[in-house]
């Protein structure tokens, strides 16, 4: 079965510990993506990465960081320099060319406890 | 700066035709236009996405405007399953998707 998964689907962390998030997807997609969703709000692009060992800022990258050593794989790392962790997080990839579609993960609701 | 705006809530009855509006004033020549459905605590699925000309799929009929300044996801027979958030996207240069807040739909009984 062809798809992206997130995990944890729920993770829970204490202040000033960083945090990674996984994120895998088996659909030979070249571009991935990290998204933050707050209550009833929208999305906003975090990390986006067009190809292997290249990705680029989204609007909110501060305190994130991301790697894309296979094509597969676009873990998100949340640092302590993150003011305000605390959100839904969605993974996403698509095949490169503004006329395809994305397919999104689950989520993962991170916590900072 | 908001790439495109939609209506916060709407209504509909079960099984009644919805027509949810999107406004994007500043779409260029090569943006594809998309729309997405979330349901609570999921991740957004793709429901249709268009250039120029009306799209039809399984789930929805996209209808664009001949100015591509707006557009309007139609869902023929509204269902209880069809409530959701459903968000208009621009696809721009780069590839990346920019979500707004989008249309809550409600479905009444």
């Known amino acids: 079965d062809g798809g992206i998964t997130q995990s944890p689907k729920y993770l829970f962390r204490k202040e000033g510990q960083n945090v990674t998030l996984s994120c895998e997807q088996n659909?030979?997609?070249?571009?991935m993506y990290w998204y933050r969703q707050d209550p009833g709000q929208g999305l906003r692009l975090i990390y986006y990465s067009q190809i292997v060992n290249d990705f680029q800022k989204g609007d909110i990258a501060e305190g994130y960081s991301v790697s894309r050593e296979k094509k597969e794989s676009f873990p998100l790392t949340v640092t302590s320099a993150q003011k305000n962790p605390t959100a839904f997080y969605l993974c996403?990839?698509?095949?490169?060319?503004?006329?395809?579609?994305?397919?999104f993960g689950q989520g993962t609701r991170l916590t900072v406890v | 700066d908001a790439k495109t705006t939609q209506p916060n809530s709407m209504e509909s009855n079960e099984e009644e035709p919805v027509h949810l509006p999107c406004n994007h004033s500043?779409?260029?020549?090569?943006?594809?236009i998309h729309w997405y459905r979330q349901l609570p605590s999921q991740g957004p699925e793709y429901v249709i996405h268009?250039?120029?000309s009306n799209v039809n799929n399984r789930m929805a009929s996209l209808a664009i405007a001949e100015d591509r300044k707006s557009s309007t996801l139609i869902l023929h027979r509204a269902t209880l399953r069809d409530a959701a958030v459903y968000y208009c996207i621009l696809r721009f240069t780069g590839n990346q998707f920019y979500f707004g807040t989008g249309t809550s739909l409600t479905v009444i009984p």
């Open positions: 500043t779409i260029s020549g090569t943006d594809y």
């Open positions: 268009g250039l120029t």
């Open positions: 659909l030979n997609h070249d571009a």
């Open positions: 996403a990839s698509s095949i490169a060319g503004r006329g395809t579609e994305a397919f």
